[in-house]
Nanobody, 116 residues
Framework: QVQLVESGGGLVQPGGSLRLSCVTS?????????MGWYRRVPGKERELVAS???????NYADSVRGRFTISGQWAKNMVYLQLNSLEPEDTAVYYC?????????WGQGTQVTVSS
């Protein structure tokens, strides 16, 4: 069982920055485990924001590429998401995700609100 706890969300003005952190507990493994961030806007499905695998390969949604940066510390079971140049459209609940042995685990989510 893997447990995840996110932190770092909040209210920020357009153009501002935030850094989300996720600490995980439990054994993470498998052929190619990944850690990532998803977000959900009310009325819409949860979407991938960014992910990183154990080899360091990253993947970003087109809408955030160049503005957001994902990083991970596998030895400490932590993953981060740096959000820069935030836009009102980035307002959502952000969820940390771990894929371990083919099973997805989720955090409770942290709210990010971009508004003037």
């Amino acid at each position: 069982q893997v447990q995840l706890v996110e932190s770092g969300g909040g209210l920020v003005q357009p153009g501002g920055s935030l850094r989300l952190s996720c600490v995980t507990s439990g054994v993470i493994g498998g052929i190619n485990p990944t850690m990532g961030w998803y977000r959900r806007v009310p009325g819409k499905e949860r979407e991938l924001v960014a992910s990183i695998d154990s080899r360091g390969s990253t993947n970003y949604a087109d809408s955030v590429r160049g503005r957001f940066t994902i990083s991970g510390q596998w030895a400490k079971n932590m993953v981060y998401l740096q959000l820069n140049s935030l836009e009102p459209e980035d307002t959502a609940v952000y969820y940390c995700n771990v894929s371990s042995y083919g099973v997805n685990f989720w955090g409770q989510g942290t709210q990010v609100t971009v508004s003037s």
